[in-house]
């Protein structure tokens, strides 16, 4: 079974929707995180988490929200769905002290 | 905010030549790694690099971690079609696991001709 799983794999919905992307982790890690990639655009961090009561924004935190509802869970939401955020999604984890991330196999999502 | 400079940003090759791709930063890191993404999947990290001047072997792949601490090397040795994908550069400028993030590069997109 993999390690770190994305849930859904691909998602279409439309402009103004409120949309959820999970993922979930049994590495035991504490760390994980939400990333964004856009063609041309490598991986950008939206954000992260280093333990069940930390919360921290990434680079591109506007229009996204998060919930570390586990040590093994962490939420990603999109308030208000808009066109721009059509991407894939990506979670990852990673052990404390460490800077190795274990990543998920993402989510493509699409906003008409 | 920071950012890792990376290329190529592609590469058309033929199977059994062998690639270089390069990363370079404004600043220095303390830990450099590289990723591979399949179509259709996460990045899957290939090597670590956590000294200056370190050259780690993984298979045909080859990383070195520059003296400068400024940039990063990866050399793959004769090709074959299942290199095709994106590889990544990442880098860390604090210590393991600080507040400074891995940074990520654009990618490098090889594609292989059998």
């Known amino acids: 079974d993999a390690d770190v799983t994305q849930t859904p794999r691909n998602r279409i919905t439309k402009t103004g929707k409120r949309i959820m992307l999970e993922c979930s982790q049994t590495k035991g890690h504490d760390r994980m995180y939400w990333y964004r990639q856009d063609p041309g655009l490598g991986l950008r961090l939206i954000y992260y988490s280093f333990d069940v009561k930390d919360i921290n924004k990434g680079e591109i935190s506007d229009g996204y929200s998060v919930s570390r509802q586990a040590q093994a869970k962490f939420s990603l939401s999109l308030e208000s769905a808009i066109p721009n955020q059509t991407a894939l999604y990506f979670c990852?984890?990673?052990?404390?002290?460490?800077?190795?991330?274990?990543f998920g196999p993402g989510t493509r999502l699409t906003v008409l | 905010g920071q950012q890792l400079n990376q290329s190529p940003q592609s590469m058309f090759i033929q199977e059994g030549e062998d690639v270089s791709m390069n990363c370079t930063s404004s600043s220095i890191f303390n830990t450099w790694l590289w990723y591979k993404q399949d179509p259709g999947e996460g990045p899957v990290l290939l090597i670590a690099?956590?000294?200056?001047?370190e050259l780690t072997s993984n298979g045909r792949l080859t990383a070195q971690f520059g003296t400068t601490r400024k940039d990063s090397f990866l050399n793959i040795s004769a090709s074959i079609p299942s290199d095709v994908g994106i590889y990544f550069c990442a880098g860390q400028e604090g210590l393991g696991g600080s507040q400074g993030n891995l940074i990520f590069g654009k990618g490098t997109k090889l594609s292989v001709k059998p």
């Open positions: 990852a984890t990673s052990a404390p002290y460490t800077d190795t991330q274990y």
């Open positions: 690099l956590y000294k200056a001047g």
